[in-house]
C-alpha cells in the first residue's frame, strides 16, 4: 500500500478520536478531500521541479504514534536555548510533553492546538483564524489539514508582550521504525502586539521521520513577529514546512531560517501582504553536505500600496548536496509604491553538489522598485591567500570567509543568545573552531 | 500647444498598424488540415528526396503524440490545428535572373514596406532572399556569394542541391520532436533559408530575409539552417512584418545555427509581425525554436527586437558545447495594447571556459503582460564557466505587467554566475528635466526608452538599429507612465 492510500485509510481511524461534530472538522474533510484528488507533488509539477518526494513516499511511515514516549531533560538540555529563560512547547513523537514544556495562560495564550481545537473559550478565536490564511489548494498543506489536532497556539492579545521567547520543539525519539509528524502551529498577535518564537525539530535516532508541518501567522495591525526555524536535524529526518503569514497594516514580520541539518528540507513560506505600510522579511543561512537537499520556496503576495519586503539567501553547498531557491515576488496592480528586495547568493565547494536557483518576479503595477539578484560562485581565492599570509591555517581562513558571507543574515537576528548558538552552529557544520565569537 | 497625457493615449490607441495591407496574389493553396497525406503532398510538391519526406513522417508522428505547451506565461485561443492550410506558394513561381522579371505588385508590396530591393543591393550591400509566402521568390547577389564558396539558398533548393549537408545538419540541434511546435514544423515546414559559409571564409556581407506572412488562414513554417564551418564569420538578419488580419495566425519557426570550430555567427531579428488592434483582436502568434550549437572557440551572439505578435514565445538559445564557446543574447522585447511576450534565452555550458552574457529589456505598455523566461545550466563538466544576466524591465501605465522567470542550474564549484533584474517606470522626474529643456513628453520617452535599450541597439547592425529604433517610437508612442 503506498502512503497516500495509507493515508486515507488512516484518516477513518482518526475521525474515530476526534470530536467530528465540531466545525473544524469539516475543514479537516473538505482539505482530505483535495489531498485524495492531488496526492503527493511530483515533479513534474512546476512548484517541484527540483525536489522528489518518490524515494519519501515509498517508506512505510507510522501515521499515529503507538505510545507515549518520556525524555529526560538532561538528555535533550543541548537542542534547547537554555542560556536564556523560555517558554517552551514540547512534543514528543508529536505527543505534548508536560514535563519539559512550560506554558501560560497570564495575559498570553502559549498553549496546545489540541485544546483550542476542542475547548469552546477558543472557538471565536479558531472560527475567525483556523485555515484562512494556510492554503485550500496545495496538497500537503491539505494534508496537514486533514489530520489537524495538535502543534502550537500561541495567541498575544492587543498590546501585549510575552515575557520571554518561546521555543517550539519537537522531538522524534525512534520508538517507531519510521514516523510520520503533522504538527498544526497557529500564530496569532493582535494589534500592537509582539512576540518572539523559536520553532526546532530534532530526530534522536536514525530512525526515519517525516515532517509535515503547516504554521499559520496572523499579524494584525502594528504587530511585530519574530520567527526563527533552526533546522539541523539528524541525517535520517526529512521536513516539509509550509508556513502562511496574514499581515495587517504596518506590521513587520521576520523570519529566518537556519538550513544546516536533515536529509530533505523543503520550505515554503508565504507572505500575504493585506494592508498598507508592511515589512516583509524573510532571512536564510544555508550549509550542507553529504547528499542533503534543502529547497527554499519563498511567496511575497504584494497586495496594497506602500510595502516592502526583503529577502536574503546565502546558501553554501559541500559534497553531493542540492539546493534549490525559487522566490516569488508578486505585484498586485494597485500595489503601487512597493519596494520589493530579494537577494540569493550561492557558493558551491564542491564539484558534486548543485544549486538550483529561480528568482521570479510578476509585476502589474508601474510606480515599483522591485529587484533581485542571485550569484553563484566561490570564495575568493585573493582573500583566502591574504588570510593564510597573516598565518591563518587555510581551513579556518575559509571558514572565515564563509562566516562573512552568512554574516548579513545574522546580523538581524533579535536574541543575542540564539545568535551565539547559530555561530556554534555554523562553525560546527564547517568543522572549525575559530576560538572567537563573531 | 501642450500636449495632454489623454490626447497621447488616444493617439497610441488610434495607432493603427502601418504595414497592415494585403497583397492580392494568386496562391496555390493546399486544403485545410493536416494529415500524413498533407506532409507526403508536401514532400513531394517540393521535389524532395526520399530521406527528408521520411524525415518529415517521423516528425509527424512525434507531433501527433505531443501534447500543446501550457508552461508559457501567456494566455491564448489555441490553434485549431486542422483549420490551417500547411502549404501557400506565390503561383507565378519562374526564377528570376533579374528583378524587372518579378510580378510588379509584388515589388509594389516591398514598396509599401519601405524596402527597396534595388536600393538595398546597391546602397547596403545586402543580399536579400525574400520570402513572400512559402517560396523563396528572390535571390540577390547569389554571384557575389558564390565566388566566395558561400552557399545562400531557400532551404527546398538546398534539399535538392546540397543534400548532404543538409541531411548531416538538420535536426541535429533542434530535434524533430524537440518541443511541440518544432515537431510541427518538422513535419510541415515550407520554406526557409539554407546559409553556408565555408572553413575559413568572412562572409562579406550582412544576410538578410525578410519573411512575410501573406495569404489567409496560412500558417507560416519557416525553417531556417545557418552552418559556419570552422574559422568562418557570418552576420545574418531576419526581419518581419505581416499585413492585418482578423483571425490569428500561427507562425512557428525553427532556426538552427551551428558554429563549427573558432567560427562566430551573428544572428539579428527584428520582429513585428501584426500585434492585433487595440481590442485585441487578430494578431499573429509566434511560437518559434532558434537554437545554435557553437563549438570549439565558437561563438553565436543573438541579437533580437520583438515589437510585434500578438502572442510571443520564443527564446533563441546556445549550446555551447565546445571548449571557450560563447554565447551572447541580447534582447529588447517591446509589448503594448494585449500583446503578449513570453521571451528570453537558455545558455547551456557544456564546454570549458564557456562564456554567456544575457541583456534582455522588456518594455511593457498598455494591458500587455512581458515576460523574461531564461536557464542558465552549468553542467559538471564546464570547469570555470561564466555568465552575467541582466535582465531590466519598464512598465508603462498601470494596467500592464513584467514578469522574470530565471532559472539557474549549476553544477560545478568553479563557475561564476551572477543575475539581476530591476523593474521600475520612466520616473517622472527624468520626463519633467526634459520638459523643462524645451522636449516634449513623447520625445522625452522615446528618449528615455532608447537610452534604456541602447546595450542592445548597439548590438545590432546599422541597418537594423535605424529600423529597430524606429520601430521602438511607433510601438511606444504616448506611453505615459
Redesign the interface.
Known amino acids: 500500500m503506498d502512503l497516500k492510500d495509507k493515508l486515507i485509510s488512516s484518516f477513518m481511524a482518526f475521525e474515530n478520536n476526534v470530536d467530528i461534530e465540531h466545525p473544524v472538522h469539516d475543514v479537516r474533510t473538505e482539505a482530505m478531500k483535495n489531498f485524495e484528488r492531488k496526492g503527493f507533488p511530483s515533479k513534474k509539477e512546476e512548484a517541484w521541479k527540483y525536489t522528489s518526494l518518490n524515494s519519501l513516499q515509498k517508506i512505510d511511515f507510522s501515521i499515529f504514534p503507538r505510545e507515549e514516549n518520556t525524555l529526560e531533560y538532561k538528555n535533550v538540555k543541548k537542542y534547547f536555548l537554555h542560556e536564556v529563560d523560555s517558554y517552551k512547547i514540547v512534543f514528543v513523537d508529536g505527543i505534548y510533553s508536560s514535563y519539559l514544556s512550560e506554558t501560560t495562560h497570564d495575559g498570553v495564550d502559549i498553549c496546545l492546538m489540541s485544546a483550542a481545537l476542542t475547548k469552546p473559550m477558543y472557538r471565536p478565536v479558531i472560527d475567525v483564524y483556523f485555515n484562512k490564511v494556510a492554503s485550500k489548494d496545495e496538497s500537503l498543506t491539505s494534508l496537514n489539514t486533514a489530520f489537524s489536532r495538535e502543534g502550537a497556539y500561541i495567541y498575544i492579545p492587543k498590546n501585549k508582550m510575552p515575557k520571554k521567547p518561546i521555543e517550539i520543539i519537537h522531538f522524534a525519539t525512534g520508538n517507531e521504525a519510521s514516523l510520520l509528524l503533522q504538527p498544526r502551529n497557529l500564530v496569532i498577535a493582535e494589534e500592537n502586539a509582539e512576540v518572539q518564537i523559536i520553532e526546532r525539530h530534532q530526530s534522536l535516532t536514525s530512525n526515519e521521520v517525516l515532517t509535515n508541518s503547516v504554521t499559520e501567522i496572523f499579524a494584525a495591525k502594528s504587530a511585530i513577529v519574530d520567527y526563527y526555524k533552526i533546522q539541523n536535524d539528524a541525517p535520517s529526518a526529512s521536513l516539509i514546512d509550509n508556513t502562511y503569514i496574514d499581515q495587517k497594516d504596518k506590521s513587520v514580520v521576520k523570519v529566518h531560517t537556519f538550513s544546516f541539518g536533515g536529509k530533505l528540507t523543503r520550505n515554503n513560506l508565504n507572505f500575504y501582504q493585506n494592508g498598507e505600510y508592511i515589512d516583509s522579511t524573510m532571512k536564510g543561512v544555508t550549509i550542507l553536505g553529504d547528499k542533503q537537499h534543502v529547497d527554499h520556496h519563498t511567496l511575497v503576495h504584494h497586495i496594497e500600496p506602500n510595502c516592502e519586503s526583503h529577502q536574503d539567501y546565502k546558501g553554501i553547498y559541500g559534497d553531493n548536496s542540492t539546493g534549490v531557491f525559487n522566490g516569488k515576488i508578486i505585484v498586485d496592480k494597485i500595489a503601487q509604491k512597493t519596494n520589493a528586495f530579494q537577494q540569493n547568493n550561492n557558493i558551491l565547494v564542491s564539484d558534486k553538489a548543485t544549486i538550483n536557483t529561480k528568482p521570479q518576479l510578476e509585476i502589474f503595477a508601474d510606480d515599483v522598485k522591485c529587484s533581485h539578484g542571485c550569484t553563484i560562485g566561490q570564495l575568493d581565492e585573493d582573500a583566502l591567500f591574504y588570510l593564510q599570509s597573516r598565518g591563518i591555517p587555510k581551513k579556518e581562513a575559509r571558514a572565515l570567509l564563509m562566516y562573512a558571507f552568512a554574516n548579513n543574515v545574522l546580523e538581524s537576528v533579535r536574541i543575542p543568545e540564539l545568535k551565539t548558538r547559530i555561530n556554534k552552529l555554523i562553525a560546527k557544520k564547517l568543522g572549525v573552531n575559530l576560538g572567537f565569537d563573531l | 500647444m501642450a500636449y495632454t497625457e489623454e490626447e497621447l493615449k488616444k493617439e497610441l490607441e488610434t495607432k493603427e498598424y502601418e504595414y497592415g495591407f494585403y497583397t492580392d496574389i494568386d496562391s496555390d493553396t493546399f486544403p485545410k488540415g493536416l494529415s500524413e497525406e498533407i506532409v507526403i503532398a508536401i514532400s513531394k510538391k517540393k521535389e524532395e528526396p526520399e530521406w527528408m519526406t521520411l524525415w518529415r513522417l517521423e516528425a509527424f508522428k512525434h507531433w501527433k503524440e505531443m501534447v500543446e505547451p501550457e508552461?508559457a506565461n501567456v494566455n491564448y485561443t489555441k490553434p485549431d490545428f486542422q483549420a490551417i492550410s500547411y502549404y501557400s506558394a506565390p503561383n507565378k513561381k519562374p526564377k528570376y535572373d533579374s528583378l524587372d522579371e518579378v510580378d510588379p505588385e509584388l515589388l509594389d508590396t516591398f514598396k509599401k514596406l519601405g524596402i527597396s530591393v534595388d536600393e538595398q543591393k546597391k546602397l547596403a550591400g545586402v543580399a536579400v532572399d525574400i520570402v513572400m509566402d512559402s517560396v523563396s521568390v528572390a535571390t540577390t547577389f547569389k554571384k557575389t556569394l558564390a565566388e566566395k564558396g558561400i552557399i545562400f539558398c531557400s532551404i527546398s533548393e538546398a534539399i535538392k542541391e546540397h543534400s548532404e549537408l543538409v541531411k548531416k545538419y538538420i535536426g541535429s540541434v533542434v530535434p524533430q520532436k524537440d518541443n511541440f511546435y518544432a515537431a510541427l514544423n518538422s513535419a510541415v515546414f515550407s520554406d526557409g533559408s539554407f546559409c553556408y559559409i565555408p572553413k575559413g571564409v568572412r562572409c562579406p556581407m550582412e544576410l538578410s530575409t525578410y519573411f512575410r506572412i501573406n495569404q489567409a488562414g496560412t500558417g507560416q513554417f519557416e525553417r531556417t539552417l545557418v552552418i559556419a564551418d570552422e574559422g568562418s564569420y557570418v552576420s545574418y538578419l531576419e526581419g518581419c512584418t505581416a499585413p492585418s488580419r482578423d483571425e490569428n495566425q500561427l507562425h512557428a519557426a525553427v532556426v538552427e545555427l551551428i558554429a563549427l570550430d573558432d567560427a562566430e555567427i551573428k544572428y539579428s531579428t527584428v520582429q513585428n509581425w501584426f500585434p492585433g488592434n487595440k481590442e485585441g483582436n487578430g494578431g499573429v502568434y509566434n511560437f518559434v525554436t532558434k537554437r545554435g550549437l557553437c563549438e570549439k572557440n565558437a561563438k553565436i551572439s543573438w541579437t533580437q527586437v520583438e515589437t510585434g505578435s500578438a502572442v510571443t514565445w520564443k527564446y533563441p538559445s546556445c549550446i555551447l558545447k565546445g571548449d571557450n564557446s560563447i554565447g551572447e543574447f541580447y534582447s529588447i522585447a517591446v509589448t503594448n495594447n494585449y500583446q503578449q511576450a513570453d521571451t528570453g534565452t537558455k545558455m547551456i555550458h557544456l564546454g570549458k571556459n564557456t562564456r554567456s552574457t544575457i541583456i534582455s529589456k522588456g518594455i511593457s505598455a498598455g494591458k500587455s503582460q512581458n515576460s523574461y523566461r531564461g536557464l542558465v545550466q552549468v553542467n559538471?563538466r564546464a570547469e570555470n564557466a561564466r555568465n552575467f544576466s541582466q535582465c531590466d524591465?519598464l512598465?508603462?501605465?498601470?494596467?500592464?505587467?513584467?514578469?522574470?522567470?530565471?532559472?539557474?542550474?549549476?553544477?560545478?564549484?568553479?563557475?561564476?554566475?551572477?543575475?539581476?533584474?530591476?523593474?521600475?517606470?520612466i520616473g517622472e522626474d527624468q520626463i519633467f528635466y526634459c520638459n523643462q529643456r524645451g522636449i516634449n513628453t513623447e520625445k522625452a520617452i522615446a528618449l528615455i526608452v532608447n537610452g534604456f535599450s541602447k546595450e542592445v541597439l548597439n548590438k545590432l547592425p546599422m541597418e537594423f538599429a535605424v529600423e529597430a529604433q524606429k520601430l521602438l517610437e511607433i510601438s511606444l508612442e504616448g506611453s505615459v507612465?
Open positions: 508552461w559538471s524591465s512598465l508603462m501605465g498601470n494596467e500592464c505587467g513584467a514578469h522574470t522567470f530565471p532559472y539557474i542550474e549549476v553544477k560545478n564549484k568553479t563557475a561564476q554566475i551572477e543575475h539581476e533584474a530591476t523593474t521600475s517606470k507612465g
